[in-house]
Structures are given as structure tokens and as C-alpha cells.
Nanobody, 126 residues
Framework: QVQLVESGGGLVQAGGSLRLSCAAS????????MAWFRQAPGKEREFVGG????????PYADSVLGRFTISRDNAKNTVYLQMNNLKPEDTAVYYC???????????????????WGQGTQVTVSS
């Protein structure tokens, strides 16, 4: 089992920045691909970005490409989502996810992720 706890969400004005953190505990974190998803009210959960076990292969959703950056520190069992130039449409609950089956590449499919955090709210005001 892997437990994931997100932090760093909050209220920010458009154009601002936030950094989300996801702390993992339990089984070996370093071998897992990780991803961030988000879900806005009334919408389906969507992929934001992912990162493979070594910190490479970082796919991003088109909507956040160039503004968001994922990184990880395996020594700290933590993955980060740096969000810059935030827009009101980025408002959502952000979830961290870990896959025991993906190692060398993260992907877009929620079904491929085995462990999920409880989510952290990000609200961007205009």
C-alpha cells in the first residue's frame, strides 16, 4: 500500500503561482510513475501531468503545457506540481496518483493509477 497526502492548495489570483506537494508513505515510492489529475465542479477528472520513476518522461495536458511543471524527489518520497500563470479555469480539486504498474512512463489514464490522495483545492480568482 502507498498513502498519498497532497498539500499546498489555496486561493490565488489569476497570474499567480502555487506549488502543490504530494507526500508518499508505505511501499517503495521511487519505482512508481506519478501523476496529477484535477476535477472541477460538474466535470470529469482530467489528467494534468505525469512523471516517471526517474523524473523523466513528463507528459502534460495541452491546457497546462508551459505553465505547470512536475518534479519529484525520491529521497523525500515527494512529488511536486509547480503551477505558474494560473487561470480561473485551473480551479479544481487536484489529486496526486501513483501507479505500481507504470515505471518508465506516465500516461493519461486514471485507470492505470493504483493509489490516490484525498485531493487539495486550488481556486483561482479573476
Amino acid at each position: 500500500q502507498v498513502q498519498l497526502v497532497e498539500s499546498g492548495g489555496g486561493l490565488v489570483q489569476a497570474g499567480g503561482s502555487l506549488r502543490l506537494s504530494c507526500a508518499a508513505s508505505g511501499r517503495t515510492f521511487s519505482g512508481y510513475a506519478m501523476a496529477w489529475f484535477r476535477q472541477a465542479p460538474g466535470k470529469e477528472r482530467e489528467f494534468v501531468g505525469g512523471i516517471n520513476w526517474s523524473g523523466g518522461n513528463s507528459p502534460y495536458a495541452d491546457s497546462v503545457l508551459g505553465r505547470f511543471t512536475i518534479s519529484r524527489d525520491n529521497a523525500k518520497n515527494t512529488v511536486y506540481l509547480q503551477m505558474n500563470n494560473l487561470k480561473p479555469e485551473d480551479t479544481a480539486v487536484y489529486y496526486c496518483a501513483a501507479s505500481a504498474r507504470l515505471h518508465y512512463s506516465a500516461n493519461y489514464y486514471a485507470r492505470d493509477y493504483d493509489y490516490w490522495g484525498q485531493g487539495t483545492q486550488v481556486t483561482v480568482s479573476s
